[in-house]
């Protein structure tokens, strides 16, 4: 008899959600050490979207803590705000580049990223889970009957 973690779906969808994963917070862990050092491109890029320098040190600390938080075990609920973080900054960066009028070479990476963490949030493991998983079919039990004792 195999056990659920043998069997090759489920496998593939570990898989899947390490890659998608890994590549997100090595993202977030770059993007906020870059924007905490306030790199000359991100100070660029803030300027051209008409954002002010100050937000970078907000951004920074944020994507750093928000990567920390999908990579280590347990606290489901944190992962819960980091995704939705996540997803925040990352339309909200696609939809600064449309509003500035930036073509495809500048949203297009962002894109990609709200893509990449839809993905590790939706094929996270069930320990990850808060509250059981959209693809999963979570299980839920019926309170047991009061006894009338």
């Known amino acids: 008899m195999t056990s659920p973690a043998q069997t090759s779906p489920f496998r593939l969808r570990l898989v899947v959600w390490w890659i998608a994963t890994l590549l997100i917070a090595l993202e977030m862990i770059a993007g906020g050490s870059w924007d905490l050092a306030r790199t000359h491109l991100v100070r660029v890029i803030m300027i051209h979207l008409g954002y002010p320098l100050w937000m970078l040190s907000i951004l920074g600390f944020w994507k750093v803590a928000g990567a920390a938080a999908i990579l280590v075990p347990r606290f489901p609920r944190l992962k819960e705000w980091a995704y939705a973080g996540m997803f925040f900054n990352y339309t909200g960066a696609v939809a600064s580049h ?52």
Not at 111 to 134: E, M, N, Q
Not at 138 to 147: E, F, G, K, Y
């Open 98 to 149: 449309l509003f500035a009028g930036d073509g495809p070479s500048a949203w297009a990476v962002p894109a990609i990223l709200v893509a990449l963490t839809v993905v590790s949030w939706a094929l996270r493991p069930p320990p990850r889970i808060l509250g059981g998983s959209l693809f999963a079919g979570a299980v839920t039990s019926a309170p047991a009957p009061a006894s009338s004792v």
